[in-house]
């Protein structure tokens, strides 16, 4: 696994695309919209900032272009149980700058997946710092986030045995 940053992303959909790019601790990178943004374009946009484990949408029926994003980049899909709401998505994206509603969506949707990851990111951190193993904090993040089989101690092994044979 490379040392990139890892990334949450949000997604709004439609005529008019937005999307945001956080990093794993909810810090913005980029929020953007655009009419002329195509799939390719927006895949190579998002990867340029590091690797993404999370696509967020605001909708609780995952709408086909996010579903299709998630499988390309081989992230996590975050959703709510039902659609967010005007008023829950302006109090996720209170005190960031947006331009327009779909970025607003689109930040919401990321703000939305960090909180819901929040508590399983913390309990890592304090897990690896018990253990002395900081450094292995990406690594065991991601592996936990893609293979929902895992347990805490054993990512960690993984993390390990990978970065053991990355030195060689």
């Not at 659609?83 to 005190?95: H, I, P, Q, S, T």
């Not at 990321?110 to 193993?133: E, P, Q």
């Given at each position: 696994?490379?040392?990139?940053?890892?990334?949450?992303?949000?997604?709004?959909?439609?005529?008019?695309?937005?999307?945001?790019?956080?990093?794993?601790?909810?810090?913005?990178?980029?929020?953007?919209?655009?009419?002329?943004?195509?799939?390719?374009?927006?895949?190579?946009?998002?990867?340029?900032?590091?690797?993404?484990?999370?696509?967020?949408?605001?909708?609780?029926?995952?709408?086909?272009?996010?579903?299709?994003?998630?499988?390309?980049?081989?992230?996590?899909?975050?959703?709510?149980?039902?659609?967010?709401?005007?008023?829950e998505?302006?109090?996720?994206?209170?005190?960031?700058?947006?331009?327009?509603?779909?970025?607003?969506?689109?930040?919401?949707?990321?703000?939305?997946?960090?909180?819901?990851?929040?508590?399983?990111?913390?309990?890592?951190?304090?897990?690896?710092?018990?253990?002395?193993?900081?450094?292995?904090?990406?690594?065991?993040?991601e592996?936990?986030?893609?293979?929902?089989?895992?347990n805490?101690p054993?990512?960690?092994?993984?993390?390990?045995?990978?970065?053991?044979?990355?030195?060689?």
């Amino acid at each position: 696994m490379q040392n990139k940053q890892l990334l949450i992303v949000g997604i709004d959909p439609g005529t008019t695309l937005g999307y945001s790019v956080l990093d794993i601790n909810a810090n913005v990178i980029e929020i953007g919209s655009s009419k002329l943004l195509c799939f390719d374009s927006l895949v190579a946009r998002l990867t340029k900032f590091g690797k993404v484990v999370i696509v967020g949408t605001d909708k609780q029926k995952t709408p086909s272009f996010v579903d299709r994003l998630k499988r390309k980049l081989g992230a996590k899909l975050v959703r709510p149980q039902e659609d967010l709401k005007v008023a829950e998505k302006n109090r996720l994206a209170f005190g960031y700058t947006v331009k327009n509603n779909h970025e607003r969506d689109a930040l919401s949707s990321a703000v939305f997946s960090y909180k819901k990851l929040k508590t399983l990111f913390s309990r890592i951190d304090s897990f690896l710092g018990l253990c002395d193993k900081g450094m292995y904090g990406n690594q065991v993040k991601e592996l936990l986030l893609r293979k929902s089989n895992l347990n805490l101690p054993l990512a960690l092994e993984l993390a390990e045995g990978n970065v053991l044979k990355e030195k060689k």
